[in-house]
């Protein structure tokens, strides 16, 4: 009999796909990692490599044809990208540290409190000192 009964083999195969409890939840808010200087360059590298070839929608050509060139730049020909990677990472790092510091609040800013502009809130206060008088 042909495909009749699913052999243990299959079933904890079956078991290894199911979702893992343990894993926590990704933050949507947390900042992302900066790119490195080859993919900084790579930035650039896929314009000019899609003008001079604007019949190739292949992405591995262009991944191909960007990691060869990089290989063969001198250290020199890469110092603008990697400057360009160190100044993202560094703003990366400092917008980091802000995170973490609102982290560490228990994530929450005074001007993410509610989603009325500051002017609205203003109103209110003033509406309710008026009321406050009255009394």
Do not use: I
Not at 31 to 45: G, L, Y
Not at 63 to 79: L, R
Request: without cysteine; hydrophobic residues 30%; positive net charge.
């Amino acid at each position: 009999m042909k495909g009749g009964k699913s052999t243990g083999a299959q079933k904890k195969s079956n078991a290894k796909l199911a979702v893992k409890k343990g894993k926590a939840a990704k933050d949507p808010n947390k900042p992302k990692r900066p790119a490195s200087a080859f993919f900084v360059f790579m930035e650039d590298f896929r314009k000019q490599f899609k003008a001079e070839n604007p019949d190739n929608k292949s992405v591995a050509a262009v991944g191909k044809a960007g990691g060869a060139k990089w290989k063969a730049m001198s250290t020199s020909e890469q110092a603008p990208y990697v400057a360009k990677a160190e100044k993202r990472k560094a703003e990366y790092e400092k917008t980091m540290v802000a995170y973490n510091k609102k982290q560490a609040m228990g994530g929450k800013d005074e001007d993410d409190d509610s989603d009325k502009s500051k002017s609205e809130v203003n109103n209110e206060e003033d509406s309710d000192d008026e009321v406050e008088d009255d009394d």
